[in-house]
């Protein structure tokens, strides 16, 4: 069962917590779910629109979204200084109109905080936005997954599992490549486990990247 569902649903009240905080009626949900996708896209889409060209990440870990009656908080975890930093009352002013554009609700206040994470390489989507760099400038996969655990490594993780599956290299037939290092328990629910699924558009077709990290256990 841990290798077949989500890692982090599968730890959903022990290990992991929910990215989102709110409660609506059944009718609602849906639409609340929608809400959240698109406050989750209209920040990756300006931070990529606005970044500068020097800078390579994103560097968005996950972003967390609380939802009151007259107020919606979110809360973005990045890993490195980019524009929202850098220009920190600017670029926050920009997005919180931005979103409020996209929404047009008089009843609802928008708040927008941005919390720095220390160690950015222990956060499987930071990682793989990198690997995804890496093959974006035809770098060899093996090397790019290899670098990726050698950072990881430096976080004091205890385990990581890399997988790339796609036409890798531009062969004829897919195929599923990983590499691991360490332990990574993935049917142990006690075992506090970071996961993410990243897509990579490549001149071959898509790619798709699986990270697997074992933080801690409880």
């Known amino acids: 069962m841990g290798q077949k569902i989500n890692p982090l649903g599968f730890r959903l009240g022990t290990t992991q917590s929910h990215h989102s905080f709110w409660f609506a009626q059944q009718r609602?949900?849906?639409?609340?779910?929608?809400?959240?996708?698109?406050?989750?896209?209209?920040?990756?889409?300006?931070?990529?629109?606005?970044?500068?060209?020097?800078?390579?990440?994103?560097?968005?870990?996950?972003?967390?979204?609380?939802?009151?009656?007259?107020?919606?908080?979110?809360?973005?975890?990045?890993?490195?200084?980019?524009?929202?930093?850098?220009?920190?009352?600017?670029?926050?002013?920009?997005?919180?109109?931005?979103?409020?554009?996209?929404?047009?609700?008089?009843?609802?206040?928008?708040?927008?905080?941005?919390?720095?994470?220390?160690?950015?390489?222990?956060?499987?989507?930071?990682?793989?936005?990198?690997?995804?760099?890496?093959?974006?400038n035809r770098v060899s996969f093996r090397k790019a997954m290899k670098k990726a655990i050698e950072l990881t490594e430096q976080t004091d993780t205890k385990g990581i599992q890399v997988q790339i599956a796609g036409r890798i290299d531009g062969k004829e037939i897919a195929r599923v490549e990983w590499i691991r290092e360490g332990r990574v328990p993935l049917q142990t629910i006690r075992a506090k486990i970071d996961h993410c699924s990243y897509t990579i558009r490549t001149i071959y077709g898509v790619l798709g990247i699986k990270i697997w990290i074992f933080v801690d256990e409880a």
């Open 28 to 136: 609602n949900f849906s639409i609340g779910l929608q809400e959240d996708e698109k406050i989750r896209n209209c920040i990756k889409n300006y931070v990529q629109k606005n970044r500068r060209i020097s800078s390579s990440f994103e560097g968005i870990a996950r972003i967390g979204i609380k939802k009151r009656t007259d107020l919606i908080q979110v809360i973005i975890y990045i890993g490195f200084p980019n524009l929202l930093l850098e220009g920190r009352t600017r670029g926050i002013e920009e997005l919180q109109i931005n979103i409020q554009k996209e929404f047009r609700s008089a009843n609802r206040r928008l708040n927008i905080a941005i919390t720095r994470i220390e160690k950015p390489y222990g956060q499987p989507n930071i990682l793989a936005e990198y690997i995804a760099l890496q093959l974006k």
